[in-house]
Structures are given as structure tokens and as C-alpha cells.
């Protein structure tokens, strides 16, 4: 009698055993058509970081005619000096002649590549559109091989400024961070130097995100914005500052900070770049092309594989030291310990 009335309520409650249930049992018991179902997949890919690969804009682009070399040579003659006391002609006689200074620089273009294969039965089997994903994602990883090699040859310029007067990596706290203060001062040094401002006026100023966000901590640029301007700060625009464009990227060489190695430091240091314009030249000989080959030919007989890659040749190359800047600062993520 009971065992009838508990299972009267058993299967008024859904636990009868005459159920069949998706999320007990296992695979082949009696009850359970687990074995039965498919894991849905999203029509549409996740998505990836695209990041701001931005250093080639700031550089000079020059292109390398075909059937011509991996060579490019730049000239500049030299300005003459003027004399902090300028002598005055003698009458009749003309002064010593000066000779020109021509200076050559010389680039040699490099070629880099990446190249990844897709198996026919990926295609076959694959319920999303993989051709055109990797595509896209080879242009992507192109794109940022291209910002860090340019970022590469930068991080290597002569001059280097410090905030707070620093002279170095390992004298850098988490206090020494960019600032409204360091932006007047890079201006004057480029102005000095006689750097030309970018097209709009201003010289240029990247940074990468641990950097801008350490600048929009500045007293000095919160001030200047909360009353006239206050939705820059809401929105995280720095804009124009000192005589910079701040302009901020999050490729991956900005995003890689140097670790202090001193006893006792913990400060992440990274690199972000004042420039003026004709600093650096940027030199292609080959333009990014993405190639996909279709399956086939001497190596793969039976077309059981799809390769897709890409290439390009170029060249940078800091033709004027005094017109950049190298700006090494703490992050907003550094601590001093």
C-alpha cells in the first residue's frame, strides 16, 4: 500500500520511472537521452582584441621602386652653424668659404612572413566560415608584427627623457609617471632642436595605456578640464596637451613594460615616444599582401591542405635623433615597493 501511494506522488511530482530525463543517469542508462543530443553552436565567431597599431602614421613613408634594391639611401645637407657672435665683413675682402655637409643615411629593407595551414577535412567538418576568420585574423597579426618592429627601432633612439630629472630605469618609482610637466618640457627640447610640428600644429605624443592612464590621474590635466571641459575626463580623452596630440595605443609592444631588476623595486617602466615630423622614415619595398593557396601541387598530391599567409618588406629607420624622443615612465600599475 505504500509503496503504491509514494509512487502515486513520484509521478504526480515528475520522478517516476517512467520519466526520461536529460540530466541524470548516464550515458545509456534507461531514463536518460544524453547520447541523443548535440552541442549548438553560435553562427557567429567570438571576437578578438583588435589593437591600435598606429607608429607607422607618424613616420615618413617612403616607397622603393621594384627592380631597384632592398637599399634606400637618405640625404640631408646640413644646416650652417651660426656663430654666437657673427663677424662683420672686411671691406673688400671676402670672407673664407665653408664647404657643405651632406649626410647620408641608409636603410635595408627586410622581409617577414608567417604562414598557417588549414587540412581539407577542417573545411568539411568545420560549422563556421574558417577560411575567412584566419584571414582576418593573418591581417591582424600582420599588422601588429609590422607596429612592433617599427616600435623596435624607436625604443633604440639616442635621446631618452626621464621625469622628475631621473637618469634611468632603476631610479624610476611609481611617482614617476607622465605627466603636464614632462609635456612642456619634451616640447621645448623638440622645439629646440627644431623639430617641425605634425600636420595640425602639434607635435605627437604616444603612449601606451598604462602610461595614458597614469596622465589622466594629472592634477595639472584634470584641472584644465573640469570647468571648461569637464565630459574629457569622463570620457578618458586627453586630446591635446603641452604641445602634444596625445594619441594612445594598446599594441602589443606598448603593453610589454620593462621590470626593474634593483633590490627592493617592483616599478613597471615603459616606453611611449614624443615625435616631431620627419623623425623617422618608414621604407616599402614590398607592401602586406595575404595570400591563400588552394589545395594542390608537387606537395600536396591528394589537395589535403589549404595554406594562407602573409609577407611584406620594409624598413624604419630614425634619419633626425633630436626630432624624437624616447619617454620612459612608470604605469598606472607600477609599485614601489
Same mark, same amino acid.
Given at each position: 500500500?505504500?509503496?503504491?501511494?509514494?509512487?502515486?506522488?513520484?509521478?504526480?511530482?515528475?520522478?517516476?520511472?517512467?520519466?526520461?530525463?536529460?540530466?541524470?543517469?548516464?550515458?545509456?542508462?534507461? +531514463?536518460?537521452?544524453?547520447?541523443?543530443?548535440?552541442?549548438?553552436?553560435?553562427?557567429?565567431?567570438?571576437?578578438?582584441?583588435?589593437?591600435?597599431?598606429?607608429?607607422?602614421?607618424?613616420?615618413?613613408?617612403?616607397?622603393?621602386?621594384?627592380?631597384?634594391?632592398?637599399?634606400?639611401?637618405?640625404?640631408?645637407?646640413?644646416?650652417?652653424?651660426?656663430?654666437?657672435?657673427?663677424?662683420?665683413?672686411?671691406? &673688400?675682402?671676402?670672407?673664407?668659404?665653408?664647404?657643405?655637409?651632406?649626410?647620408?643615411?641608409?636603410?635595408?629593407?627586410?622581409?617577414?612572413?608567417?604562414?598557417?595551414?588549414?587540412?581539407?577535412?577542417?573545411?568539411?567538418?568545420?560549422? !563556421?566560415?574558417?577560411?575567412?576568420?584566419?584571414?582576418?585574423?593573418?591581417?591582424?597579426?600582420?599588422?601588429?608584427?609590422?607596429?612592433?618592429?617599427?616600435?623596435?627601432?624607436?625604443?633604440?633612439?639616442?635621446?631618452?627623457?626621464?621625469?622628475?630629472?631621473?637618469? +634611468?630605469?632603476?631610479?624610476?618609482?611609481?611617482?614617476?609617471?607622465?605627466?603636464?610637466?614632462?609635456?612642456? /618640457?619634451?616640447?621645448?627640447?623638440? /622645439?629646440?632642436?627644431? +623639430?617641425?610640428?605634425?600636420?595640425?600644429?602639434?607635435?605627437?605624443?604616444?603612449? &601606451?595605456?598604462?602610461?595614458?592612464?597614469?596622465?589622466? =590621474?594629472?592634477?595639472?590635466? =584634470?584641472?584644465? !578640464?573640469?570647468?571648461?571641459?569637464?565630459?574629457?575626463?569622463?570620457? &578618458?580623452?586627453?586630446?591635446?596637451? &603641452?604641445?602634444?596630440?596625445?594619441?594612445?595605443?594598446?599594441?602589443?609592444?606598448?603593453?610589454?613594460?620593462?621590470?626593474?631588476?634593483?633590490? $627592493?623595486?617592483?616599478?613597471?617602466?615603459?616606453?611611449?615616444?614624443?615625435?616631431?615630423?620627419?623623425?623617422?622614415?618608414?621604407?616599402?619595398?614590398? /607592401?602586406?599582401?595575404?595570400?591563400?593557396?588552394?589545395?594542390?601541387?608537387?606537395?600536396?598530391?591528394?589537395?589535403?591542405?589549404?595554406?594562407? $599567409?602573409?609577407?611584406?618588406?620594409?624598413?624604419?629607420?630614425?634619419?633626425?635623433?633630436?626630432?624624437?624622443?624616447?619617454?620612459?615612465?612608470? +604605469?598606472?600599475?607600477?609599485?614601489?615597493?
Amino acid at each position: 500500500m505504500f509503496n503504491k501511494i509514494f509512487g502515486a506522488i513520484l509521478g504526480a511530482t515528475g520522478f517516476g520511472a517512467d520519466v526520461v530525463t536529460v540530466t541524470t543517469g548516464t550515458f545509456g542508462n534507461a +531514463g536518460n537521452v544524453a547520447a541523443d543530443l548535440q552541442t549548438y553552436f553560435s553562427a557567429k565567431l567570438l571576437e578578438v582584441a583588435e589593437l591600435n597599431t598606429i607608429l607607422d602614421q607618424f613616420g615618413e613613408r617612403v616607397d622603393i621602386p621594384s627592380n631597384s634594391s632592398k637599399t634606400v639611401r637618405f640625404v640631408r645637407e646640413e644646416k650652417f652653424a651660426v656663430a654666437a657672435t657673427p663677424q662683420q665683413l672686411t671691406e &673688400g675682402l671676402p670672407p673664407d668659404a665653408v664647404g657643405l655637409t651632406l649626410n647620408e643615411f641608409e636603410a635595408v629593407a627586410e622581409q617577414y612572413g608567417f604562414l598557417t595551414r588549414l587540412s581539407d577535412l577542417a573545411e568539411l567538418t568545420a560549422k !563556421h566560415p574558417v577560411v575567412q576568420k584566419t584571414m582576418y585574423l593573418l591581417t591582424l597579426q600582420a599588422q601588429e608584427t609590422y607596429d612592433t618592429l617599427v616600435y623596435n627601432v624607436l625604443n633604440a633612439a639616442t635621446n631618452t627623457y626621464y621625469p622628475n630629472a631621473k637618469v +634611468g630605469d632603476t631610479a624610476l618609482t611609481a611617482a614617476d609617471a607622465p605627466s603636464y610637466v614632462d609635456m612642456v /618640457n619634451l616640447d621645448a627640447l623638440l /622645439n629646440d632642436n627644431g +623639430g617641425r610640428p605634425m600636420d595640425g600644429g602639434s607635435y605627437a605624443l604616444v603612449l &601606451g595605456s598604462q602610461q595614458y592612464a597614469s596622465l589622466l =590621474k594629472d592634477p595639472d590635466f =584634470k584641472a584644465s !578640464h573640469q570647468l571648461v571641459r569637464p565630459e574629457a575626463i569622463w570620457k &578618458g580623452e586627453v586630446d591635446t596637451l &603641452g604641445g602634444f596630440r596625445i594619441v594612445r595605443s594598446n599594441a602589443p609592444a606598448f603593453a610589454a613594460p620593462t621590470l626593474q631588476v634593483g633590490a $627592493g623595486q617592483a616599478s613597471k617602466i615603459y616606453s611611449g615616444f614624443a615625435i616631431a615630423k620627419f623623425a623617422y622614415q618608414v621604407s616599402n619595398l614590398q /607592401n602586406l599582401q595575404v595570400y591563400v593557396v588552394a589545395p594542390g601541387g608537387q606537395y600536396d598530391p591528394l589537395q589535403q591542405n589549404r595554406k594562407m $599567409g602573409w609577407k611584406f618588406a620594409f624598413k624604419t629607420l630614425i634619419t633626425n635623433q633630436n626630432w624624437l624622443f624616447r619617454y620612459r615612465t612608470a +604605469g598606472a600599475n607600477s609599485v614601489t615597493n
